[in-house]
């Protein structure tokens, strides 16, 4: 595997691969990897020449210094991993190579179609706009023929979908399903800053949104909705930040069962200090 920092040496070489012929699968990431991003970068590198990861904590995804500060950074650990998972290049640059001091202190502007006015865009303003920006530079540098993208960031999942259509990008989007823990906590970069006690908790937001399946289309989405969230809050000290069942297409809530043949509940969830996303289809 090479490990790369700079970005004028991952054009030369995507150049020389593209002239081989080669295909080229990538997997961005901001590092802390987990099984979730392990399990990206193994699909990759079985369905492409070249798997191309990029470990970068993006600065303008982030709407709280604290967060990014507190973000875990393991890039040692994270390249002996993405070795053995098949990755054939690590790209893990400074913000310089990627930001000009402009970039880093102006909002990047995109047209999200409303898919930004909801859930994660609502609670968290500007998010999206960095994470287009980060995704847009990233796929520009890399030229990936194929992305992969976890299912577990489901908004992130449909904008980075709007963005490569608007913007015309040559990349296959792959989605992938969530990857979790035996407790059936979601695996994610944030789960290990939890204490032992807290990851217990926290395996009861799948728990409950998997029970929640049962009642799906027979019983009202609102009483589902507080039901769930009940539900949820009656362990320790979870506190549901929002909690809305959308169609899967749109993110728009919806009222009622028949209004979707794509239907989506999604959660955010404080354990403790830390912030927990999760998902489940319901059809
Ligand atoms: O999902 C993430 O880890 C990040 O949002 C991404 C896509 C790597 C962009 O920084």
């Given at each position: 595997m090479k490990i790369i920092t700079k970005t004028e040496a991952l054009l030369a070489e995507i150049k020389s691969l593209k002239c081989e012929g080669k295909s080229i699968g990538f997997v961005p990431t901001m590092g802390a990897l987990h099984q979730g991003h392990i399990t990206l970068v193994q699909r990759s590198a079985s369905e492409n020449d070249i798997c191309v990861v990029s470990v970068f904590v993006n600065?303008?995804?982030?709407?709280?210094a604290t967060d990014l500060e507190r973000y875990p950074r393991t890039l040692e650990a994270d390249a002996k991993l993405l070795e053995s998972a098949g990755c054939s290049i690590l790209f893990a640059p400074e913000a310089s190579e990627i930001y000009s001091s402009q970039e880093l202190s102006q909002p990047f502007e995109f047209d999200f179609g409303g898919l930004d006015e909801v859930m994660e865009g609502k609670f968290r303003p500007g998010h999206f706009n960095g994470v287009v920006q980060i995704v847009s530079k990233l796929f520009t540098i890399v030229q990936p023929d194929r992305a992969y993208f976890g299912e577990k960031d489901f908004q992130q999942l449909a904008i980075i979908r709007r963005m490569t259509t608007l913007m015309q990008f040559p990349v296959e989007i792959i989605a992938c399903p969530i990857v979790r823990e035996p407790s059936g906590l979601a695996r994610s970069s944030r789960n290990e800053l939890l204490s032992a006690e807290e990851r217990t908790l926290a395996a009861h937001i799948h728990a409950v949104l998997n029970e929640s399946l049962q009642f799906a289309t027979s019983c009202p989405i609102d009483d589902l909705v507080s039901a769930t969230i009940a539900a949820i809050e009656r362990k320790g000290t979870l506190k549901v930040e929002y909690y809305s069942i959308v169609d899967g297409n749109t993110l728009q809530p919806i009222?009622?069962?028949?209004?979707?043949?794509y239907a989506v509940g999604c959660v955010t969830v404080h354990c403790g200090a830390v912030r927990l996303i999760d998902n489940i289809r319901f059809k």
């Open positions: 600065p303008t995804q982030f709407n709280d009222e009622k069962w028949e209004e979707t043949d």
